[in-house]
């Protein structure tokens, strides 16, 4: 199926240190990104999304960065906290305006160590 | 504001059996989609209704269906399951207003487990 890559399954930071998280897309016609936290036991959270005619947001304690040129978003968490352990999934949409439809990437996995 | 509920949060089947789950959204949304969480394929969009229609589907066989109510609760429905069905599914609703990205809200999800 349809899929937006990832570069690392797991990352462990110490707690305090800041977390990158990166994401890999093929389809240049994506018009937004978006990145999601998973808890165990709970559905995708969102955290921030970036329209692709952007290349930097910013949000509580979270950067998102898009690189068109070589098809490449991150996210930054600064002072990673227990709280954000969590599988982090960006997402990319595809399509009409408004659709619900995303693309999901494989997930990686953010071990934070106390 | 109540979020999206999912239910049952539990389910076992057999092969060959059908399997019906249900989706309210937050109120006053209007688009709900579904996917498929599995370990190896990760999250998978199944379908999206907006309006009591269908109006984008993913690579799934015909076994998955769906539809959506007048009060924009959705139900999605498998026949015949199939050991690999097995998997977490996963409801967002969305208010679909507009141009641009409409944040998804998704419920806590149906594992469906078949035996």
């Known amino acids: 199926g349809e899929s937006v890559g990832l570069h690392l399954p797991t990352l462990s930071v110490q707690e305090g240190d800041n977390s990158i998280i990166n994401c890999a897309y093929s389809n240049s016609a994506s018009d937004y990104f978006i990145w999601y936290k998973q808890e165990s036991g709970k559905g995708p959270q969102f955290i921030i999304d970036?329209?692709?005619?952007?290349d930097k947001r910013q949000g509580q304690r979270v950067t998102v960065l898009l690189n068109k040129t070589v098809k490449h978003l991150s996210l930054q968490i600064a002072a990673t906290q227990p709280g954000d352990s969590a599988v982090y999934f960006c997402?990319?949409?595809?399509?009409?305006?408004?659709?619900?439809?995303?693309?999901f990437g494989q997930g990686t996995t953010l071990q934070v160590k106390p | 504001k109540a979020g999206v509920t999912q239910t049952p949060r539990y389910l076992i089947k057999t092969r060959g059996q059908q399997v019906t789950l249900s989706c309210s959204p937050i109120?006053?949304?209007?688009?709900v989609s579904w996917y498929q969480q599995t370990p190896g394929q990760g999250l998978q969009f199944l379908f999206e209704y907006f309006s009591e229609t269908q109006r984008n589907k993913g690579n799934f066989p015909g076994r998955f269906s769906g539809r959506q109510f007048s009060n924009s609760r959705s139900e999605m429905n498998v026949s015949t399951l199939e050991l690999g069905d097995s998997a977490l599914y996963l409801c967002?609703?969305?208010?679909?207003?507009?141009?641009?990205?409409?944040?998804?809200?998704f419920g806590p999800g149906t594992r469906l487990t078949v035996l």
């Open positions: 970036i329209r692709s005619n952007m």
């Open positions: 967002a609703s969305s208010l679909a207003q507009g141009g641009g990205y409409n944040e998804q809200f």
């Open positions: 109120s006053g949304h209007r688009s």
């Open positions: 997402a990319e949409k595809r399509g009409f305006s408004n659709t619900g439809k995303l693309i």
